[in-house]
């Protein structure tokens, strides 16, 4: 009797018979690696491990992540077929569904035992091998400006910073001519501080998904001091020590790092917020730092010794901005959710002294005074707020402003506060009454349109023959 043979092409080579099954050695390097470089790497990296799962080795991917181990014995117990078929949530890949041939070798590598073929911790995914995201050029139909993501005056008031698209502009806040321009900055500057003896100035940003960049300046002669490159995404907050000798910064890689400002170094990397952290701070005291994140969640660090001393709860939503007070014992921040929270803080505990609806959308940022007597806040709602720092109370509320506002600075003798836009306009406000005083940057004017002349018509021609 003549056998006949069926092939059962899944990807991995199964070839079955009457009485007999036999399959090939799915390999962990040639078959199971690819997969999860074209599936998973995106979200999955070493440097941005989404839930704690990192595919970058063997070591990393059997580990699993805060959800525990993701393969078991068999194929049909493992959480890491279960969510890729999409039988257990979120079904993975998100927004779409990996290929039928690829979960067969998924499967069909676990039941074999999940072996590897390389070292268990060598890297077999490395960072670079995310995929790069593809940014569309849209171009303008009229002028514009960059935005304005920090503002920073000077203690002596000759100055305003003013950070935009690669480039810090010194400006003159009395006539609006710009003294200086810092420039070569890689992408978006996110935070400008002046340190506190006034001699330098950080300012924060770096490109996206790619790494954090601050550069620090030499006010009196404009030039760069040092370039400090660091993170694994752009950073969005720095604050100086009161001493001037070390700086702290807040990614979006989820960490925050001291660095000493004199070598470059990074002297520590702190480590506890579950997601994006937008704001730091230091303490005037120089002995806490503050930080708030898009895990909701406001902490307070020990800086000597780099360690969580406690968290503030009570936001909905993103913390993107921090200030303290003047005498260090109370600590404002804003976010997403909208209110402005005030917390009673010290090196032991903290608790809500305060929280009132600050605006009617994002709450960008908040500052203090110099003298710590007024608060500022800047939203979405393209409204500017200025408040009594004692009791809460909003003294002055300057709405209607053309875009949302994403920056704000109160001049050294509280007479004053800027505010910059999303439209990469710069005005100053008067403190006592809130009406405007001056614009250091405006919209440029729209090109006035062509009017092509018409011909004239026979009519029109004759008359003036005659």
């Known amino acids: 009797m003549r056998l006949v043979h069926v092939s059962l092409v899944l990807g991995l080579g199964v070839i079955a018979s009457p009485g007999v099954a036999r399959a090939q050695t799915v390999s962990f390097s040639k078959d199971i690696v690819p997969i999860m470089k074209e599936q998973c790497v995106k979200c999955h990296s070493a440097r941005q491990p989404t839930g704690g799962f990192a595919v970058s080795s063997y070591a990393a991917l059997v580990k699993g992540g805060k959800g525990g181990k993701l393969i078991a014995a068999k194929a049909a117990d493992s959480r890491l077929v279960k969510l890729i078929e999409g039988t257990a949530q979120p079904k993975m890949p998100p927004g779409g569904s990996m290929k039928k041939e690829d979960i067969a070798k998924i499967r069909a590598w676990i ?183 898009a895990d909701r969640s406001v902490k307070m660090w020990d800086v000597k010794s780099g360690k969580r001393i406690y968290t503030l709860s009570g936001h909905g939503d993103i913390v993107f901005s921090l200030a303290w007070n003047k005498a260090g014992n109370q600590l404002s921040s804003t976010g997403a959710d909208k209110t402005l929270r005030t917390w009673n803080v010290n090196p032991q505990a903290g608790n809500q002294a305060r929280s009132v609806g600050a605006a009617g959308k994002t709450v960008n940022e908040v500052v203090y005074s110099l003298d710590g007597t007024l608060m500022a806040t800047v939203s979405d709602d393209k409204s500017l707020k200025v408040w009594n720092a004692g009791n809460g109370q909003a003294t002055q509320t300057i709405a209607n402003q053309a875009d949302s506002l994403l920056s704000v600075a109160i001049s050294p003798d509280n007479k004053l506060v800027a505010a910059g836009g999303f439209d990469g306009t710069v005005k100053i406000f008067n403190v006592a009454d809130g009406k405007p005083v001056n614009t250091l940057i405006d919209l440029p004017k729209a090109p006035e349109p062509k009017v092509e002349a018409k011909p004239a018509t026979p009519a029109k021609a004759e008359a003036k023959k005659g």
């Open 111 to 293: 039941d074999q035992g999940a072996k590897p073929d390389v070292a268990p911790d060598a890297v077999v995914i490395p960072d670079t091998a995310i995929p790069p995201v593809k940014v569309p050029v849209v171009k303008p139909k009229v002028p514009v400006l960059p935005q304005v993501g920090a503002l920073a005056w000077s203690k002596d008031s000759k100055m305003l910073a003013v950070g935009t698209y690669k480039v810090v502009k010194l400006i003159d806040p009395a006539n609006g001519q710009v003294i200086r321009e810092l420039k070569d900055h890689s992408d978006v500057i996110h935070s400008l501080h002046f340190s506190p003896d006034g001699k330098l100035l950080a300012a924060a940003g770096g490109p996206p998904a790619q790494q954090g960049e601050i550069k620090i300046w030499d006010v009196a002669t404009g030039n760069v001091v040092r370039t400090i490159l660091g993170h694994n995404d752009y950073i969005y907050s720095c604050s100086w020590s009161p001493d001037s000798k070390t700086i702290a910064s807040a990614s979006y890689d989820k960490l925050i790092k001291i660095w000493d400002v004199a070598t470059g170094n990074e002297v520590k990397t702190l480590k506890d917020h579950a997601d994006a952290v937008y704001a730091v701070a230091f303490s005037p005291d120089g002995n806490l730092l503050a930080s708030g994140s």
